[in-house]
């Protein structure tokens, strides 16, 4: 399978919580993930941050005062998807182990997911579209080597 070009900027912020999970997120792995997800070329920023970054953001662009997962910013889709993915390593952190996933499963789970919005794909539109972004998903990263991420 031919995979979809990809310019990658991969940043850490200068906060602990985030810095902690570098180890975590290769270069390599997290630009394998995204290009597995990509239908057309991207250039992707992702950035890890900590909680009160996270929360800001949040508070900011969706008007809600909680560090939420992962946000996506997608300022293009076609011809080349523009993104940024900004990911909150706590939230990220604790997700992972109350749902039994390595911190790699569920950052795996997270950056295709995000992804996929950055592409136009919604989960919040209808049923239908939420079970069908979560059957791509599931298959995305299937073909990753990962399990299924939303088996209970």
Known sequence: MALNQLS???????????????????RHAVARWIRHALAVDAEITVRIVGAEEGQRLNREFRHKD??????TFDYQQEPV?????????????REAREQ????????????????????????ETSEQD??????????????????????A
């Open 100 to 123: 039994n996933k390595t911190l790699e499963e569920h950052y795996a789970h997270l950056l295709v997911h995000g992804t996929l919005h950055a592409q136009g794909w919604d989960h």
């Open 81 to 93: 998807a523009v993104a940024d993915l900004v990911l909150c390593a706590p939230v990220v952190e």
């Open 8 to 26: 990658l900027s991969l940043q850490f912020a200068r906060d602990a919580e985030a810095t902690a999970h570098r180890a975590t997120l290769p």
């Open 130 to 151: 939420a079970q069908e972004m979560e059957a791509y998903e599931t298959a995305i990263l299937q073909e990753l080597g990962f399990a299924d991420p939303y088996a």
């Open 66 to 71: 909680y560090a939420t997962n992962v946000l």
